[in-house]
Nanobody, 126 residues
């Protein structure tokens, strides 16, 4: 049973930073794709970034240069370092996983991912 648990959300001023973590358990696949998604109030869930088993990363244009996705395989943990936060980054952030490798744009499609965490809230105030 794959379980994902996010942490690290909170409230910050615009321009600040947060580091989200996603602890994964029960995940034993050699090839995989993991991603971060977010959902604001009244909006659809949107992709933020993805990383595959080889460490290849992709980002949404809206976060390029500000967010960094990474993983620590020894700790089975996925991270999202968020710098230069803007009010439009506010939302619930979810980590997700699929047990096959990423497509180049898997991050665009939440429906590609079969495993999801419960989310962690990020609030950016101006």
């Amino acid at each position: 049973q794959v379980q994902l648990e996010e942490s690290g959300g909170g409230s910050v001023q615009a321009g600040g930073s947060l580091r989200l973590s996603c602890a994964a358990s029960g995940y034993t696949y050699n090839d995989y794709c993991m991603g971060w998604f977010r959902q604001g109030a009244g909006t659809e869930r949107e992709g933020v970034a993805q990383i595959d088993s080889k460490g290849t990363t992709r980002y949404a244009d809206s976060v390029k240069g500000r967010f960094t996705i990474s993983q620590d395989n020894a700790k089975n943990t996925l991270y999202l370092q968020m710098n230069g936060l803007k009010s439009e980054d506010t939302g619930m952030y979810y980590c997700a996983a699929r047990n096959v490798d990423c497509y180049i744009d898997s991050w665009r499609y939440p429906q590609y991912f079969g495993y999801w965490g419960q989310g962690t809230q990020v609030i950016v105030s101006t």
